[in-house]
């Protein structure tokens, strides 16, 4: 089947460390690959996406790379600041409308 | 450019009650969903549309909800009658059909609490 599993547990880190969040699948096919952001109240946003095998996706200082041998997809930021606090959903996007979530992650960064 | 577009942000009802939630999608996206987020069942795909039929509605859980679609950019999700285990966030989201990897666009979601 197609389905995302997220590292479990929130993430506590200071600001300016280097956060990463791990996220590996299971697909049949070439699924595209995403990373979505919610903010304390809001609805999910698109962070990043790679569309194929080796692609990086980077937006605000945040890359995840399509690693296909790996079949993973880890999102990454050098230094993160207060307002990176969010909860982060890795996705996959198979058949091309349906999209596979993991359970989301919390991130809180301490000032 | 406007991202999708849902109403009402917030809603407080009593059992019993008719609850209806509303999308605009995305102009030209011609694929609309609905989801609904819980901390127990994270986000689960309710029902979506192409080209406003819809073509999934496996995850809709029970006769009491409905969807519908009357034109390319509006739709409803009815919850008739209400039950405080319909409390969640509901979100709408559309996307472009066709074009292989397009990101599906999500709206800032309805708040709904059943007391």
């Known amino acids: 089947g197609n389905s995302v599993t997220q590292m479990e547990g929130p993430v506590t880190l200071s600001e300016e460390a280097f956060l990463t969040i791990n996220c590996t699948y299971t697909?049949?096919?070439?699924?595209?690959l995403f990373w979505y952001v919610q903010y304390p109240g809001e609805g999910l946003q698109l962070l990043l996406k790679?569309?194929?095998?080796?692609d990086k996706g980077s937006n605000k200082g945040f890359e995840a790379t399509y690693r296909k041998e790996t079949t993973s997809f880890h999102l990454e930021k050098g230094s993160v600041q207060v307002s990176d606090s969010a909860v982060y959903f890795c996705?996959?996007?198979?058949?091309?409308?349906?999209?596979?979530f993991g359970k989301g992650n919390q991130v809180v960064v301490i000032p | 450019d406007a991202g999708v577009i849902q109403s009402p942000r917030h809603e407080v009802t009593e059992m019993g009650q008719e609850v209806t939630l509303r999308c605009k999608p995305i102009?030209?996206?011609?694929?609309l969903f609905w989801y609904r987020q819980t901390m127990m069942r994270g986000l689960e795909l309710l029902i979506y549309?192409?080209?406003?039929?819809?073509?999934?509605d496996s995850g809709m859980p029970e006769d009491r909800f409905s969807a519908k679609m009357p034109n390319a950019s509006f739709s409803t999700l009815k919850i008739q009658p209400s039950e405080p285990r319909d409390s969640a966030v509901y979100f709408c989201?559309?996307?472009?059909?066709?074009?292989?990897?397009?990101?599906?666009?999500f709206g800032e979601g309805s708040w709904l609490t059943v007391v």
């Open positions: 989201a559309s996307k472009r059909q066709g074009a292989f990897g397009n990101t599906i666009y």
């Open positions: 697909a049949t096919g070439y699924p595209s």
């Open positions: 790679a569309t194929k095998a080796d």
């Open positions: 996705a996959l996007l198979y058949g091309n409308n349906r999209l596979a």
């Open positions: 102009s030209g996206h011609n694929s």
């Open positions: 549309f192409n080209n406003n039929v819809p073509i999934d």
